[in-house]
């Protein structure tokens, strides 16, 4: 019965995050209350409050389903036991360009992220998410072509992090254009483009 009930709960739980998604997408964070997300789902507000301490709580919660596993790989871009770093760097970010196109869970909470927060009324939590998320990919990248330029693999006399921070923008500039018109670009083929071509400027070796 006790694992019949945690089954229960964890079900709960994921229907108020895919509700709390659709709901999001559609009217925007901010405009959306607990009380629609819990209608949404059939189930009370006490039922939210049970998962989530409040609204920031729930979005982070549901930003963690998709965003972290991509994450995951663009945080071992540091890794010391890499060969190739730039390699491990192109891989993260294409791998999130064709979550974009081809998940459509990643493909909506991209599109929350990007076009459906206001960082106000009481959603401090989110965008300091935000943040942290952006603060350790760029982190994570820069280890990366710190230790491909000690391995000769760049030679670029762009200072490390000021690649992290471009490389981080370049990709952000595509996903964020791509979602206000799909039907404009071919986002994994265009970016990966792109990223070579970037990629190709940071490691030629002009000596």
């Not at 945080?75 to 036991?81: C, I, M």
């Not at 390699?87 to 076009?115: C, H």
Request: charged share 30%; proline share 3%.
């Amino acid at each position: 019965m006790a694992r019949r009930t945690k089954e229960d709960a964890q079900r709960t739980r994921d229907r108020i995050l895919d509700m709390a998604e659709r709901e999001f997408q559609r009217r925007g964070v901010s405009r959306t209350s607990l009380e629609q997300i819990a209608t949404a789902a059939g189930v009370t507000r006490g039922a939210i409050y049970w998962h989530f301490r409040n609204k920031s709580d729930l979005f982070n919660a549901m930003m963690n389903r998709v965003t972290l596993p991509l994450e995951a790989e663009i945080l071992r871009s540091g890794e010391r036991t890499l060969d190739d770093p730039v390699a491990q760097i192109r891989g993260s970010y294409l791998a999130a360009l064709r979550a974009t196109v081809n998940d459509p869970k990643a493909r909506r909470l991209f599109e929350v992220a990007l076009f459906k927060v206001e960082h106000g009324n009481g959603l401090r939590g989110v965008r300091e998410r935000r943040l942290s998320g952006l603060r350790n990919r760029v982190a994570n990248v820069e280890r990366g072509f710190r230790r491909a330029a000690r391995l000769g693999l760049l030679h670029s006399a762009l200072p490390p992090r000021a690649a992290a921070m471009a490389m981080e923008s370049l990709v952000d500039g595509l996903i964020t254009n791509w979602l206000l018109e799909p039907v404009s670009f071919d986002l994994v083929r265009v970016g990966e483009q792109a990223i070579d071509a970037y990629l190709r400027g940071l490691c030629a070796d002009t000596a």
